[in-house]
């Protein structure tokens, strides 16, 4: 092992991924929202700084020092600021740094969106997490009902997993707080584009809207004034069912009528055990309070070992429940609001994406983290969507931060350009060079036959075969050449060989 590789450079995927992000117009958006103070410009523009710090963050850092690895990689990212200018940058954001970054991506969605199939709802999945902190000298960390300490973020995004809007919290923040889940819905409902967002924003016009928007949220949602102020915004809701003297009242009375209870298709099954049934029971409750055209629908499935908490108790099944104002029958609401699972999968990417931790200890530098976070996730999400397939375009971030992001290279200058060698036995080098070459790997053309008798003579494999008991005519007949045996030579032994050549 030996040094002195200068032409050796890590991470070919990060270089890609920054260039993307330059492509799409984020670098500017970046820039535009973050604008420089004080009274000489800065020597690194402060929308290159934070996409650096997109790409630390994708790499797996977790801190302003991290940045340092780009900095060694000056054929890569070419003059990259230090921790201290990224330290400067965050902290200086102030209050509304958090909702400057967001609103960046936000200006970019559109043209990424642009393609999409707006034929369907769009549904949006709210949830918070917890963000352990082992320190106390970090402002707004309090206990949390779990028995730790840290913060207490709330989330909001796409069904597919794309973030739109976080709001860091305190660790003491009250899950179901109304407030918070309006806040964080009308913030998540202003990055969308102009065709989605349309008549579902406080105060718009109902008859604006082009596309349905439905809000799913767990048993923290369970209210009938939350439920109301989405009405007013003209947006659906599906949220959990609390247990309460109503609802196992409703499932009691269900309980003596087996053609209510109708069995789950295996299409709309989705993991779900076998015996599963779900049941309307909305004449059975009272929904005094809640909007017009809320419905009760409860899905029972056999108990197994590790099944959560019911609605009901029973020795046999395990019930759940959630109120929505969605048209359909039982079991294609009920799959709907089972895919309200994937938000934990959002939440995990992005805690693994630099969420989990905080590294500061003002308040407002780490809502911009917070807010840097999502913006990385995000922009790795478009990334997977643009360039990616197979299951590259699914991975999680650590497969990408293994095969794709820290991909090393060899650096070669020919022709007066700069060339990346990657190594062809790296499993993500393929991924890579279909991105830079869409035609990659190249196509072998077919070999043309010689020109003369050969090539005009017709294969065997060309001429028809003949049924059983038909023959062809003779002119059709070819006879494949067979090259002639070789002919039987003696063996020479020695004293044959001394023969041969005196």
């Known amino acids: 092992m030996t040094g002195g590789g200068d032409r050796v450079v890590w991470g070919a995927g990060l270089f890609a991924l920054g260039r993307f992000a330059d492509r799409v117009g984020l670098t500017e958006a970046l820039s535009a929202a973050v604008p420089a103070r004080g009274e000489r410009a800065p020597v690194h523009d402060r929308g290159a700084v934070l996409v650096h710090a997109l790409l630390v963050l994708a790499g797996g850092g977790e801190a302003c020092t991290d940045i340092e690895y780009l900095r060694a990689q000056r054929e890569l990212f070419g003059e990259v600021a230090s921790d201290s200018t990224l330290y400067r940058t965050l902290t200086g954001l102030g209050p509304g740094g958090a909702a400057a970054l967001m609103g960046a991506a936000a200006a970019v969605r559109p043209q990424l969106w642009a393609d999409r199939d707006r034929g369907r709802p769009l549904i949006l999945d709210v949830d918070s997490t917890l963000v352990e902190i082992h320190s106390e000298n970090k402002e707004g960390a309090a206990p949390h009902f779990k028995g730790g300490y840290g913060f207490h973020p709330m989330i909001c995004s796409v069904a597919d997993g794309e973030p739109l809007w976080v709001k860091l919290r305190p660790g003491n923040a009250a899950a179901n707080d109304i407030a918070d889940h309006l806040e964080v819905i009308d913030a998540a409902v202003g990055t969308l584009p102009e065709p989605d967002a349309a008549g579902h924003r406080d105060g718009d016009d109902k008859s604006l809207a082009d596309r349905r928007l439905v809000v799913r949220i767990d048993a923290a949602g369970c209210s009938a004034t939350l439920a109301a102020k989405l009405r007013d915004r003209n947006i659906g809701f599906a949220v959990s069912a609390r247990s309460n003297r109503g609802i196992a009242a409703a499932i009691r009375g269900a309980l003596g009528d ?50 959560q908490r019911s609605l009901f108790p029973s020795d046999n099944f395990r019930y759940w429940g959630f109120l929505t104002d969605q048209t359909g029958d039982a079991a294609h609401l009920d799959k709907l609001m089972r895919s309200h699972a994937d938000v934990e999968n959002a939440v995990c990417r992005l805690n693994h994406s630099g969420l989990a931790r905080m590294p500061f200890t003002d308040w ?80 072998r053309s077919a070999r043309t036959p010689r020109a003369g008798p050969a090539a005009s003579a017709p294969t065997p494999r060309s001429i028809p075969r003949p049924n059983r008991g038909q023959k062809l005519p003779r002119r059709t007949r070819v006879r494949t050449p067979t090259t002639p045996k070789r002919q039987n030579r003696p063996t020479l032994t020695p004293k044959r060989r001394l023969a041969a050549f005196s």
């Open 258 to 307: 087996p053609d209510r209870w109708h069995n789950v298709p295996k299409r709309a099954r989705r993991h779900l055990r076998r015996g599963s049934q779900v049941a309307d029971l909305t004449d059975l409750v009272d929904l005094t309070g809640w909007p017009e055209g809320t419905r009760l629908t409860v899905r029972r499935e056999p108990l197994h070992p590790g099944a």
């Open 364 to 443: 407002h530098a780490n809502s911009a983290w917070a807010a840097l976070a999502m913006t990385g996730l995000a922009l790795v999400g478009w990334f997977q969507t643009c360039c990616l397939t197979a299951a590259l375009r699914r991975a999680a971030p650590k497969r990408l931060r293994w095969q794709l992001w820290h991909l090393p290279a060899l650096v070669c200058h020919t022709a007066r350009r700069v060339l990346l060698r990657l190594p062809q036995q790296h499993p993500g080098a393929k991924a890579l060079l279909a991105i830079a070459h869409p035609r990659w790997p190249p196509q």
